[in-house]
């Protein structure tokens, strides 16, 4: 029987809560939230499942060290001795990422140089040969993180950030991150219970994230590879049993996922991107500008987008954020819509009053999760317009 063994999952700052749940619900054990990073327990098996489910979680940790340091020679001292031959040979590759948060440590660089030094010293010291260190395809990705002056080694089970799916072949100017995109739609409440358009789609990462979500399909599997997979306790059966299995708990999506966008560039690459997903099925994309649209039908919509910010595409705020709840307010009643900015001055000239506003952040910027709900009656002038 595979023993369990503590992990951490790492996420975006205010995915927590989100990260939480869906550990939850895929059956992790002593679930213990902290900032940005969610710990938990699980045998082997379940670190392959962590893997390839969860769709918040930027990486898989599995932690192999602790110890306390006053100085950059304990640190040294501490890796060194530890049995780097249960998890390298000499032959094989590796690469270090470090994170600090003391007074003492500031430089993660340098923290990260160190323990290469103190690994290939190791190596060479007690077989005559060391590791090379690769940054971009190493056998072994080795994280250091220093808390004050408590230290943990982990492995890196993901290899590569988890928000590179697999799916994304082309970008546009100012990409979602996909983990984001999975959390915005988690966020916004989405269930698969109506049809949902992302009206200024780009790549179409928020329209594939939502149909991914709608089917259950496990975010991660059309990722070429994981970081586990060169580890010397790579299990390919367990691995496949484990594929198989989520891939069997995937379920039929009986509405349909729309992307607009009015840039033919961007319109071509989201239908890449959507046939990568194999997902041409469930989602729909076509050029269209969304201020010249409006809702198809009387049926309830789901609207999640995330419009320019000013930060990489220059254009005119207020009045592009005035068009947004013009055609909300004109176009799509029966509506809840949900978008994200950064640009907290240009919501006021939406001109409609939010019923929720989630801080979140887009990467360093910090933004929020709109939401405005358009009612298809009377409640639309009571509670909307704010003129």
């Known amino acids: 029987m595979e023993q369990n063994f503590k992990m951490v999952a790492k996420t975006l700052h205010g995915f927590e809560d989100l990260l939480e749940d869906e550990l939850k619900r895929l059956g992790a054990q002593d679930i213990r939230k902290g900032t940005r990073n969610v710990s938990f327990r699980g045998d082997k098996g379940f670190m392959y499942k962590a893997n390839l489910c969860l769709r918040t979680a930027i990486k898989i940790l599995k932690p192999i060290q602790y110890f306390k340091i006053r100085n950059e020679k304990d ?66 990705r080795i994280h250091v993180h220093i808390q004050n002056n408590d230290c943990t080694i982990s492995l890196d089970s993901s290899g590569g950030s988890l928000h590179k799916r697999g799916y994304k072949t082309a970008t546009n100017i100012a990409p979602i991150n996909e983990v984001l995109a999975a959390g915005l739609v988690m966020l916004s409440g989405w269930d698969g ?148 900015t950064s640009n907290l001055e240009a919501l006021k000239f939406v001109g409609l009053r939010p019923s929720r506003k989630i801080k979140v952040f887009n990467g360093k910027l910090e933004s929020r999760l709109v939401k405005y709900e358009m009612y298809a009656g009377s409640k639309k002038a009571k509670y909307q317009d704010t003129n």
């Open 75 to 140: 640190l040294y001292d501490q890796v060194y001795k530890m049995h780097w031959d249960k998890y390298l040979t000499h032959s094989d590759t590796f690469a270090i990422d470090a994170t600090v948060a003391s007074e003492q440590f500031t430089h993660s660089q340098f923290i990260a140089l160190k323990t290469k030094d103190a690994i290939a010293d190791k190596f060479r010291n007690t077989e005559g040969k060391r590791p090379n260190v690769d940054l971009k395809f190493p056998t072994l």
């Open 193 to 340: 219970q109506c049809d949902l358009l992302d009206p200024m789609c780009g790549s179409g990462t928020i329209a594939i994230e939502a149909a991914m979500i709608a089917c259950n399909i496990p975010p991660n599997i059309n990722r070429t590879e994981f970081g586990f997979e060169k580890w010397q306790d790579w299990d390919v059966d367990l691995f496949e049993k484990i594929e198989e299995s989520c891939l069997n708990k995937i379920r039929e999506f009986h509405h349909n996922i729309y992307g607009y966008d009015k840039a033919p560039s961007a319109v071509q690459k989201a239908k890449d991107n959507v046939k990568n997903a194999n997902l041409s099925d469930y989602i729909q994309i076509r050029r269209a500008d969304f201020f010249e649209t409006q809702k198809e039908g009387d049926e309830k919509l789901h609207i999640l987008f995330n419009p320019p910010y000013g930060e990489r595409l220059h254009i005119e705020m207020e009045q592009f954020y005035a068009d947004i709840g013009n055609t909300l307010k004109q176009g799509y009643l029966n509506t809840n819509a949900w978008f994200i």
